[in-house]
C-alpha cells in the first residue's frame, strides 16, 4: 500500500507532543528521547538493550512517573 493509502495508515494516530522523558531502567535513570505517544504506548530512541518484557518505569516532565514494560526492542528503539 502507498503511503497516501488510508488502509496503510494506522488504526489510531500517534501524537508527537513530547520531545524527552526520563527512563528508570534496572534502577538507573536514563535520558530518552520519545519518538511518539499513542494510547497504546511509547517509542523511545536510547542506546539501552532491555529484554523484552523486561519492566521499566517512565516519567515525561510535568507527570508522575509510570510502570511499563518492554514489548519490543529494534535498532535503537
Do not use: K
Not at 46 to 57: N, T
Request: aromatic share 6%; glycine share 8%.
Amino acid at each position: 500500500a502507498s503511503p497516501g493509502d488510508p488502509s496503510a495508515r494506522r488504526s489510531e494516530p500517534s501524537h508527537e507532543v513530547v520531545e524527552a522523558a526520563t527512563l528508570t531502567f534496572r534502577g538507573q535513570p536514563h535520558p530518552v528521547a520519545v519518538m511518539n505517544i499513542s494510547s497504546r504506548g511509547t517509542m523511545i530512541a536510547s542506546d539501552l538493550a532491555p529484554r523484552l518484557g523486561e519492566s521499566v518505569m517512565i516519567r515525561f516532565e510535568g507527570c508522575s512517573q509510570m510502570y511499563a514494560f518492554v514489548r519490543w526492542a529494534r535498532e535503537g528503539r
